[in-house]
């Protein structure tokens, strides 16, 4: 069914009848499987349905990363791993979220909807503070600015890992509120697209495989890369004899994305007893060099012309801007920033 579309009287309409995909990641090191299969394996295999707009979160970014020099080379690096995963610029629009001035914008007027005790709630900001972090205001207001990006393009779909499903609601929230105290349905109510039975990626020591946690398997790692960490993943102490349980095995984890066509045989091995943790690794190793040599020789070849991936997202933030700055003439006339 083709969806109803709301980019304000004077946009184009994008769509075609297809309906809106929009996501993020941002730009704070190397992009991990966690990011991979999480979110960013949707986009690619969304694009071709979908009016696909992927942008790289460097707003979001600045949060914990105040460093000029690697913000703008991980922002370089994370449009490059898009390119070589697979996003095409001739079917997604992929840009630099600090290009579009509308998204502080539109974050500024839904932070005055916003009250303290309900971003007080946002898992995030309890995790920074749990952590005993000192928290700025960035931090706190993260899911009001992701509000914006999502809402800034009347997105139906949102692919996530489950991490933020917490935030696409807060987007939803956030469209209702708006609409509620200014009248009309000038914001689309987003849905988080979420891979059904994906559990959060586990990082080698367990934990979230998270950027900031040192605990990746980098999307793009070199093979001895590979091999370190996947040989630090924490186990028990099991003997290869022993009885496993698969489903708390981190290392069983990762064969559920890496090892697809041996799962029958290992989950076997692991429940009877007869696989031990060193060879269950060098499996995993050996699919996991499988699948990412090829993606991390196709980077290279694009990393190769920067020029060239920059000229992509200057067009790209071309293109979301007209976008962006039709659906703000249609907020602040309902606000009343317009004379
Ligand atoms: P970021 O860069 O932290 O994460 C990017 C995506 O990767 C997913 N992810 C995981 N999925 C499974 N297992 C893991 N261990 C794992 N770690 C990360 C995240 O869920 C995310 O989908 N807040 C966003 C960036 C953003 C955004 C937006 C996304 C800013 N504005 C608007 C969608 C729409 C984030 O977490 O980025």
């Known amino acids: 069914m083709a969806s109803r579309i709301n980019l304000g009287y004077n946009s184009p309409n994008m769509t075609g009848g297809q309906k809106i995909l929009l996501s993020g990641v941002k730009p704070t090191g190397r992009p991990h499987i966690g990011n991979y299969f999480g979110a960013m394996k949707q986009f690619v295999e969304l694009q071709d349905q979908h009016k696909a707009l992927i942008f790289i979160a460097d707003l979001h970014a600045i949060t914990t990363n105040q460093e000029a020099t690697s913000l703008r080379q991980d922002t370089l690096d994370l449009a490059i791993d898009y390119l070589a995963i697979g996003l095409d610029p001739a079917k997604t629009i992929l840009f630099r ?90 914001f689309k109510l987003p849905e988080p697209l979420i891979i059904e039975g994906l559990k959060t990626i586990p990082g080698i020591d367990s934990q979230k495989m998270s950027k900031s946690k040192g605990n990746i398997i980098p999307l793009f790692a070199e093979d001895a890369e590979i091999k370190t960490q996947v040989m630090k993943i924490v186990t028990d102490s099991k003997t290869p004899e022993e009885p496993k349980d698969p489903a708390t095995c981190n290392v069983f984890a990762l064969h559920e994305l890496f090892s697809q066509d041996q799962l029958p045989e290992l989950r076997q091995r692991y429940e009877q007893g007869g696989i031990g943790y060193k060879e269950s690794k060098e499996i ?18 694009i990393a190769a012309d920067p020029n060239k991936v920059k000229a992509i997202l200057k067009a790209g933030g071309d293109e979301a801007r007209k976008l962006a700055q039709a659906k703000m003439a249609v907020v602040r006339e309902k606000v009343g920033l317009n004379w």
């Not at 995790?127 to 205001?137: G, I, R, S, W």
């Not at 995993?284 to 070849?301: S, V, W």
Request: glycine letters at 4%; proline letters at 4%.
């Open 97 to 186: 979220q600090s290009d579009i001035l509308e998204h502080a914008n539109l974050n500024w007027i839904f932070n005055c909807l916003t009250t303290v005790p309900y971003l007080q709630r946002a898992h995030a900001y309890k995790d920074a503070l749990a952590k005993n972090q000192e928290v700025n205001v960035g931090t706190f207001d993260y899911p009001i600015l992701m509000a914006a990006d999502i809402l800034m393009y009347d997105a139906d779909l949102v692919p996530v890992g489950q991490d933020q499903k917490q935030h696409v609601e807060y987007a939803r929230d956030t469209a209702e509120k708006f609409n509620r105290v200014y009248g009309g349905a000038t």
């Open 284 to 301: 995993l190793i050996a699919n996991l060099i499988k699948f990412i040599a090829p993606l991390r020789e196709k980077r290279q070849a």
